[in-house]
Nanobody, 117 residues
Framework: QVQLVESGGGLVQPGGSLRLACAAS????????MGWYRQAPGKEREMVAG?????????NYVDSVKGRFVISRDNAKNTAYLQMNSLKPEDTGVYYC?????????WGQGTQVTVSS
């Protein structure tokens, strides 16, 4: 069955870094667009970063994380990553991994990121 399992979340001080990982199984990972979304308490879920499939692995980011976050993927390991640097309190939220191809969209269960001193 399809699985997306996020890991790497936790509590970090402002200015710190975290690296999230999304381990995928049960589908043709390399042919899917991969993305990271986040949802802060009381707010709607928003797209943070995306990376294209193996045919066109271009990346895109929400303006608030440009220059601080980097999305990448390792198709040999069926894993997507989100390197988060210079973290701010407003980056706090549950981070979700998503795999998209056409009308198919698979979501992970989310991992909590808390940025606080």
């Amino acid at each position: 069955q399809v699985q997306l399992v996020e890991s790497g979340g936790g509590l970090v001080q402002p200015g710190g870094s975290l690296r999230l990982a999304c381990a995928a199984s049960g589908f043709a990972f390399s042919s899917y667009v991969m993305g990271w979304y986040r949802q802060a308490p009381g707010k709607e879920r928003e797209m943070v970063a995306g990376i294209g499939s193996v045919q066109d692995p271009t990346t895109n980011y929400v303006d608030s994380v440009k220059g601080r976050f980097v999305i990448s993927r390792d198709n040999a390991k069926n894993t997507a990553y989100l390197q988060m640097n210079s973290l701010k309190p407003e980056d706090t939220g549950v981070y979700y991994c998503v795999a998209i191809r056409g009308s198919n969209a698979y979501w992970g269960q989310g991992t909590q990121v808390t940025v606080s001193s």
